[in-house]
């Protein structure tokens, strides 16, 4: 089934979404040295863990379906990067 997304910018660990979403891509870029991000469920279970490489800018779509964040959706660690965010609306 396809559905309306919306795109979340974050640069720290914080709340992407409160309620069950789905990740559908993601866009990365590096803020000088190489990175990381991390988003987890409402449950605290890490779900996606990318590393982000210095000076770098890609982005990543997830097949199908995407991957389900029961109970709402956290960047729970960020480092040296920014992450957009593609999520159901």
């Not at 069950?20 to 803020?31: E, Q, V, W």
Request: overall charge negative; cysteine-free.
């Amino acid at each position: 089934m396809k559905s309306d997304v919306k795109a979340v910018r974050k640069t720290d660990a914080t709340s992407v979404f409160a309620g069950r979403t789905r990740l559908r891509g993601i866009i990365l870029a590096s803020t000088g040295s190489a990175g990381s991000v991390t988003l987890q469920d409402g449950n605290s279970v890490t779900q996606f863990q990318v590393d982000v490489p210095a000076g770098d800018v890609f982005s990543y779509n997830l097949a199908e379906d995407g991957i389900l964040f029961e109970g709402g959706m956290t960047v729970s660690a960020i480092s040296n990067a920014t992450a957009t965010v593609i999520i159901d609306k």
